[in-house]
């Protein structure tokens, strides 16, 4: 089956200076990044969206997580700019950042705008000339 052979066939790396080496950053999976954008609406995080994109993202050359789950907390205590590095990376390579963001915003006002259907009530008052007393759907 083609889908399950496209499947971990995407993985790329894009490299990044932090805690004082030469480091990587990959792309998260649809979980990791679904996780971190429900945390970040939460009123008070569990941990920070910086700690969690550090852990989901920051890998070495062969594209292995350097951090697990069980390290948010320790993340959480790093100084920010060691954080901030990482993050800023990644959001942009994840697409999570404001112009990523604006691009989709336009797209999906665009799809909107071509398939919207006018709300306005008919301007006839003339009775329907189908006998049928269900409404059928305008095209």
Avoid: W
């Avoid at 030469?22 to 939460?42: D, P």
Wanted: hydrophobic fraction near 30%; aromatic fraction near 6%; charge should be negative.
């Amino acid at each position: 089956m083609l889908g399950k052979e496209l499947l971990g066939k995407s993985q790329k790396l894009t490299p990044v200076e932090a805690f004082g080496k030469q480091l990587y950053v990959k792309r998260m999976t649809g979980l990791q990044r679904e996780f971190i954008e429900r945390e970040g609406g939460k009123p008070v995080p569990v941990h920070s969206r910086r700690a969690m994109t550090v852990c989901y993202c920051l890998c070495d050359q062969d594209g292995t997580r350097l951090f697990e789950d069980k390290d948010l907390a320790d993340l959480d205590n790093e100084p920010y700019h060691e954080l901030d590095k990482v993050a800023e990376v990644a959001y942009v390579f994840n697409e999570m950042d404001r112009a990523a963001l604006e691009r989709l915003k336009k797209t999906l006002e665009t799809i909107l705008s071509e398939n919207s259907v006018s709300d306005s009530p008919s301007t006839s008052d003339a009775p329907s000339t189908n006998s049928s007393t269900e409404s059928t759907p305008q095209s």
